[in-house]
């Protein structure tokens, strides 16, 4: 019943930046924490950035803070992520998730509801 639509992947040079959207319908989206996940081949899925449901809070793993800035726009049930200074090991399938879980959740497993992914690909 819910469903979560990524958009705004695509090919980008080291250094470069993208923006990712979710789109989202179904549920009350301004009740969900709303989380980004990416997943290389060959490797484990790996939490990204968290904003909370109120909006006042965020977190990033280490490897992308300072860089990625995720934000929501509750009137169009949208969830961003800004990517600056893109680097070869960003790329990957990104996934949007949302959950009701309290808190800000890291782990996959604490979401119920997941887009199909887009992809970033950041050339050398």
């Known amino acids: 019943q819910v469903q979560l639509v990524e958009s705004g992947g695509g090919v980008v040079q080291t250094g470069g930046s993208l923006r990712l959207s979710c789109a989202a319908s179904?549920?009350?989206?301004?009740?969900?924490?709303m989380g980004w996940f990416r997943q290389a081949p060959g490797k484990e899925r790996e939490f990204v950035a968290v904003?909370?449901?109120?909006?006042?809070?965020?977190d990033y793993t280490d490897s992308v803070k300072g860089r990625f800035t995720i934000s929501r726009d509750n009137a169009k049930n949208t969830v961003y992520l800004q990517m600056n200074s893109l680097k070869p090991e960003d790329t990957a399938a990104y996934y949007c998730?949302?959950?009701?879980?309290?808190?800000?959740?890291?782990?996959?497993?604490?979401?119920?509801?997941w887009g199909q992914g887009t992809q970033v690909t950041v050339s050398s």
């Open positions: 998730a949302a959950g009701e879980i309290r808190g800000l959740p890291r782990l996959y497993r604490q979401y119920n509801y």
């Open positions: 179904g549920g009350t989206f301004s009740r969900y924490n």
């Open positions: 904003i909370h449901w109120t909006g006042d809070s965020t």
